[in-house]
Structure formats: C-alpha cells, structure tokens
C-alpha cells in the first residue's frame, strides 16, 4: 500500500471517529442539588444514546406536573443492574431523586429510583 492511499485511509477514520467527540457533557444539571420525585411513569424509553423516562408527578395544589427524566445508557445502568423491564409505563414511582436542570425547567438526571417492587436501582453513584 502506498503511502497516499494510507493516508486517505487515516483520514476517513479521522471523520469517522469525530460524531464519538460530539457527546454532550452533563454541566446543563445542578450536580449539587438532589430533588426527590414522586410519580407515575409516563414514558420509558431504553435506547441509545441514553434512556429516558416522562415522570408525571402530583404539584403540592393538585395539579399535575410532567418531568423528563434521562439516565445513562443501557450499557451503562445495565451493568448496575438494570433492565429495559426494570420500569414500565403505568408504574407508581414512590421515589425518584435526580439532579435537576439549573435553567429551572422540569428536566433531571436520574440519580436513583426505587421500583414499584421497592428495589432502588442508581444511575449515579
């Protein structure tokens, strides 16, 4: 192989590996706070890149509030013991801490929740 075609190799894995550089980092959430959640699971997503959950909590007026909830990967939490059928929609969440957004808005990043089988599974250590 000639040095021109391995450089154009080089370079094409080069571009290959730059989406690996654009994942976001976690400074959006206030890492300093832990807000306790309470709820029924709306929405349980257990896919790539990270997985989510819609959190529908009960405010302290009656009213409703809805919370998007995002964990780690399923690699990640999988291997701290968690299942896509560790949560379902439908399910009584009676605690869920996260760190909240520091912009105030309903967005967290799970830190740990205890199952409706009264198991508590973590994201965060």
Not at 78 to 87: A, C, E, I, P, V
Not at 88 to 94: E, R
């Amino acid at each position: 192989m000639n040095t021109k075609t391995l450089l154009v190799i080089a370079a094409l894995g080069s571009a290959a590996a730059g989406p690996a550089l654009a994942h976001h980092a976690f400074n959006m959430y206030d890492n300093s706070r832990y807000l306790p959640l309470s709820g029924t699971v709306k929405s349980w997503d257990w896919k790539n890149p990270h997985v989510y959950m819609i959190l529908e909590t009960t405010k302290p007026d009656g009213g409703s509030e809805t919370w998007n909830v995002e964990l780690s990967s399923p690699n990640i939490i999988g291997r701290k013991g968690w299942t896509s059928k560790s949560l379902k929609v439908g399910d009584k969440i009676s605690k869920l801490t996260l760190h909240p957004m520091k912009d105030g808005s309903n967005y967290g990043l799970m830190v740990s929740v205890v199952t409706p089988s009264g198991e508590t599974l973590k994201d965060k250590d």
